[in-house]
């Protein structure tokens, strides 16, 4: 006779990531291995988590869009194996664009929740510059024959473009005043030594220039104006609204996460840094990929029985500036609202496609670390090919007396 289950709570124990870099020949990883830089985030993990057995690791789960080369052949399995953790340890690779390592964490955090696993770690990894994003990839030829998508749909500044001309309001003007805000938010958080936190140096070698210990991200442009974005060109349309300084570039860079059961947790000594509430992801036309977050996020706070309203703190996924302010206005939520990416975003810190899931989930947690007047955060992202993915998270450190001006 089959026992019945209770769900168990899953935790987020820490979450570290590399630098990110920019993608290209003159890019800081131009020749670093993409899973050498899963390995460093791995132990970096185990070096900060001393009281975690490698042999109590039940899964390693790493993202990447494009498996191929240096980021194929099962890459959480190699990793796992190249990190120095236990044969007994297995892995496996996921695929879902940009919210890779925010599936690896969900499609773990369920094996956790059902008993399967006690701990693993999820992450993601993307060097754009050795895999541009759909090299390699053959899409069917019914995609257009049949109309299943919008030609636009294949190109992610056309589908930013897109959600310019279904919401007006969302003016050029506007995407640069979020961009830059987006670059100022993170210059303060390194000036607070905020982000530095969560980052595992990597070394890195280039013929005549020697050895290099990269410490910081190379994408932020620390100072950048509003006359500074008003003279970009918009690539993908002329006389278009999207343009490099208010969206995301080309980025190399890789995270990992610890997560356990919350019995693992207190059983080993691990901290909790997070409680996972629910999770959701929902499909939307593939020419309006941007919109994606509003669905996900709405099935989320469905799911776990809260609104908008008990959200203290998001992390949204910075692809696009549009993208961004589409979600807080569906939401009722204002451009500047103190809650939103308290250190910055994308724009400034750089995208490598599947990683990014588990950097919002750093920042989150650290901000929980900070923030104990709010109890719940979002962290949320567009997918390329029209989806959304939202996670909601506990603050175990939430204090209902607490008020944001005398938090800790």
């Known amino acids: 006779m089959r026992q019945n289950r209770q769900i168990r709570d899953v935790v987020f124990v820490d979450g570290v990531r590399t630098p990110f870099g920019r993608a290209g020949e003159k890019g800081i990883y131009a020749n670093t291995r993409a899973d050498d830089l899963v390995v460093k985030c791995i132990r970096e993990l185990m070096r900060r988590n001393p009281e975690l057995p490698p042999a109590r690791i039940d899964e390693v789960a790493i993202a990447a869009t494009t498996q191929t080369g240096d980021q194929g052949l099962t890459i959480g399995r190699t990793a796992a194996l190249l990190a120095g953790l236990p044969q007994s340890v297995p892995?496996?690779?996921?695929?879902?664009?940009?919210?890779?390592?925010?599936?690896?964490?969900?499609?773990?955090?369920?094996?956790?929740?059902?008993?399967?696993?006690?701990?693993?770690?999820?992450?993601?990894?993307?060097?754009?510059?050795?895999?541009?994003?759909?090299?390699?990839?053959?899409?069917?030829?019914?995609?257009?024959?049949?109309?299943?998508?919008?030609?636009?749909?294949?190109?992610?500044?056309?589908?930013?473009?897109?959600?310019?001309?279904?919401?007006?309001?969302?003016?050029?003007?506007?995407?640069?005043?979020?961009?830059?805000?987006?670059?100022?938010?993170?210059?303060?958080?390194?000036?607070?030594?905020?982000?530095?936190?969560?980052?595992?140096?990597?070394?890195?070698?280039?013929?005549?220039?020697?050895?290099?210990?990269?410490?910081?991200?190379?994408?932020?442009?620390?100072?950048?104006?509003?006359?500074?974005?008003a003279a970009l060109r918009t690539p993908f349309r002329a006389h278009g609204r999207v343009s490099a300084g208010n969206a995301a570039g080309l980025n190399d860079g890789a995270t990992a996460a610890l997560l356990a059961s919350a019995e693992a947790a207190a059983e080993l000594g691990l901290p909790v840094k997070m409680r996972l509430v629910s999770y959701a992801f929902a499909g939307v036309a593939p020419e309006v990929m941007g919109i994606?977050?509003?669905?996900?996020?709405?099935?989320?706070?469905?799911?776990?029985?809260?609104?908008?309203?008990?959200?203290?703190?998001?992390?949204?996924?910075?692809?696009?500036?549009?993208?961004?302010?589409?979600?807080?206005?569906?939401?009722?939520?204002?451009?500047?609202?103190p809650r939103v990416n308290r250190y910055g975003g994308a724009i400034a810190v750089g995208h490598p496609l599947a990683s990014s899931g588990v950097r919002l989930m750093t920042q989150l947690a650290r901000q929980f670390e900070e923030d104990h007047s709010v109890q719940y955060g979002i962290t949320t992202m567009c997918i390329g090919l029209g989806m959304g993915a939202t996670v909601i998270w506990e603050n175990p450190h939430f204090t209902a007396t607490t008020t944001e001006g005398n938090a800790a």
């Open 292 to 337: 994606g977050p509003v669905p996900a996020t709405e099935k989320a706070l469905r799911l776990a029985g809260l609104s908008i309203e008990d959200i203290g703190l998001f992390e949204i996924n910075e692809a696009f500036a549009v993208q961004v302010l589409s979600f807080l206005d569906h939401f009722g939520i204002a451009d500047t609202d």
């Open 91 to 229: 892995g496996f690779a996921i695929d879902r664009m940009c919210a890779g390592a925010m599936t690896a964490v969900t499609t773990t955090a369920s094996g956790i929740g059902i008993g399967a696993y006690d701990v693993v770690i999820a992450g993601g990894v993307e060097h754009m510059g050795h895999h541009p994003m759909g090299a390699g990839s053959d899409p069917n030829p019914r995609f257009m024959s049949e109309r299943i998508v919008d030609p636009a749909a294949l190109n992610m500044g056309n589908t930013a473009e897109n959600l310019h001309d279904r919401f007006p309001a969302i003016t050029k003007d506007r995407t640069d005043a979020y961009a830059v805000a987006s670059q100022n938010k993170l210059a303060a958080a390194y000036a607070k030594d905020q982000i530095q936190a969560d980052m595992v140096p990597v070394a890195t070698m280039k013929p005549g220039a020697g050895w290099t210990l990269n410490s910081v991200d190379e994408p932020p442009r620390p100072g950048t104006t509003l006359e500074d974005l």
